[in-house]
């Protein structure tokens, strides 16, 4: 949603970050790609190949030094989290290890996640509503 705010170099790391998230519980769904290729619709850049054997953490963290746009990729990437539905999973793990590598608030997380939660609900009251 505000992805277009950061620069190209960190829309990558953003990327790389998505794919992280995405496969920390073993389960890359198709809803977790297409949550990913929507970012990359977003930021207007073709999908990365990403390899578990030469992602680094802690580098791709550290294209983010703004705390604005460390919250922007805390905030976006709970999309990923509850793409295959709302559960806890390894990526709340991973979600977790950013939000204290960044420095911030652990509750911020938390207050994410919930604005996540009520816009599924809000999604899924609307489909059901159509189908009426």
């Not at 769904?29 to 030469?54: A, G, N, P, R, Y």
């Not at 990729?73 to 999309?79: A, N, P, W």
């Not at 608030?105 to 996540?116: G, V």
Request: charged residues 25%.
């Amino acid at each position: 949603m505000y992805l277009n705010r950061l620069s190209k170099q960190q829309r990558r790391a953003f990327l790389e970050l998505a794919h992280f998230v995405a496969r920390e519980d073993s389960r890359f769904c198709e809803d977790k790609q297409q949550v990913i290729s929507q970012f990359c619709v977003e930021m207007k850049m073709d999908d990365i190949v990403f390899s578990h054997l030469t992602f680094n953490l802690d580098k791709t963290l550290d294209e983010f030094v703004n705390k604005s746009h460390q919250k922007l990729v805390i905030f976006e990437l709970t999309q990923v989290l509850y793409a295959c539905g709302i559960e806890k999973n390894k990526g709340d793990c991973a979600l977790n290890n950013i939000v204290n590598y960044f420095g911030l608030n652990p509750s911020i997380l938390t207050a994410y996640k919930e604005w996540r939660r009520i816009m599924i609900s809000v999604e899924n009251q609307g489909k059901a509503l159509l189908q009426i």
